[in-house]
């Protein structure tokens, strides 16, 4: 007699892994929401929408990348979550959109309750604080193709924003400042080369190396920074006055801005407005990355761009270190002839 269980799948595990996700979950939410955990789809009032006078739906999902596999390798698995919700919800803000609600998907080799409910306690965690309502979610146990400590994260969000105030390249012009706003460390990002350093170099994850206060396998699984709730604020107070964001993720800090900088126009930053992030600095010392790659693999230590009015610059410099958010003016839009893009001139600052 053969049993799913003998197969490597256990539903009763994934029943206790759902009891114990309940109370994460719970503190995930929004007025909007509508029943409860458990059903075959998560409900969300749409009329919500109504306070728009003529709502644009936006939508977004991502993964967390093989930085999974730091967190394998340490045993902490209540930070990743908070990695998803912010690769995710942050690509929505970028055009103004209001993230609404998100759902996830988690794939296992083996069902470990505990282990399960750590992830999503991180991903309920990350939702409560850009104010998105977690509202459904899949846990996938894959044995024979995860190994029984292997697994995966994605996951999407929905988000609205009214068609008169949506952000992008449209509004940016010649002049405008290019506001910086510091990333928490790697987030999700260029893990690949990061675990390619670790192999080739002999790092150790539970070595404290020189000039850091935690591990570094503790460093590495740092949560990417949300940005959210600091994006709408500005929105809010200086709708006119705001172009648009650039959430910094894979491909850097250049090809990320490129993406909202029309043609015409080229972006152009001053490395010497900020130091490169310790940890970056030791991983690129250690393996001699070269600068370019470095730059286009990793966030270089600026995980969100806003590219606003000049004249408002000081004012959202201020509001930002009001909601205990450090910004500053990293560059500036300038006119070129050809297709937008992004540049990096000058040296980093050194401490």
Request: contains cysteine.
């Amino acid at each position: 007699m053969s049993t799913y269980k003998d197969s490597g799948v256990d539903i009763d595990a994934g029943d206790r892994a759902v009891e114990l996700m309940k109370s994460s979950i719970a503190k995930a939410t929004r007025p909007e929401v509508m029943g409860e955990i458990g059903g075959f789809a998560g409900l969300f009032d749409a009329s919500a929408l109504k306070k728009f006078n003529k709502p644009l739906l936006a939508t977004s999902t991502d993964g967390v990348g093989t930085k999974t596999e730091i967190a394998r390798q340490m045993g902490i698995y209540d930070t990743i979550g908070e990695d998803l919700v912010a690769m995710v919800v942050d690509d929505l803000v970028v055009c103004g959109a209001e993230p609404l609600f998100m759902t996830d998907y988690i794939a296992v080799g083996k069902v470990i309750p505990e282990r399960i409910a750590e992830i999503v306690k991180g991903i309920a965690r990350g939702c409560e604080k850009a104010n998105t309502a977690l509202i459904g979610g899949e846990t996938a146990e894959h044995p024979g193709l995860l190994k029984e400590d292997e697994f995966d994260i994605a996951g999407a969000a929905t988000g609205a924003v009214d068609a008169d105030k949506q952000l992008g390249s449209h509004r940016v012009k010649a002049g405008d400042a290019i506001i910086a706003m510091p990333a928490s460390g790697f987030h999700a990002n260029g893990y690949s080369l990061i675990r390619h350093i670790l192999a080739t170099q002999k790092l150790d994850l539970q070595k404290r190396y020189e000039g850091f206060n935690k591990s570094l396998g503790e460093i590495l699984l740092t949560p990417t920074e949300i940005y959210t709730l600091d994006c709408l604020a500005l929105i809010k107070s200086q709708a006119e006055n705001i172009r648009t964001f650039s959430h910094i993720t894979g491909g850097g800090l250049a090809d990320n801005t490129a993406r909202v900088i029309p043609d015409g126009l080229i972006a152009k930053y001053d490395r010497t407005s900020w130091a490169l992030p310790l940890e970056m600095k030791f991983m690129a010392d250690v393996a001699k990355v070269p600068q370019p790659d470095m730059e286009r693999t990793w966030n270089c230590g600026i995980g969100m761009v806003a590219i606003v009015d000049p004249d408002i610059a000081d004012l959202v410099i201020k509001s930002l270190a009001a909601r205990g958010m450090k910004a500053w003016v990293a560059g500036s839009i300038h006119a070129q002839s050809g297709p937008g893009a992004a540049a990096l001139e000058g040296n980093y600052l050194t401490r």
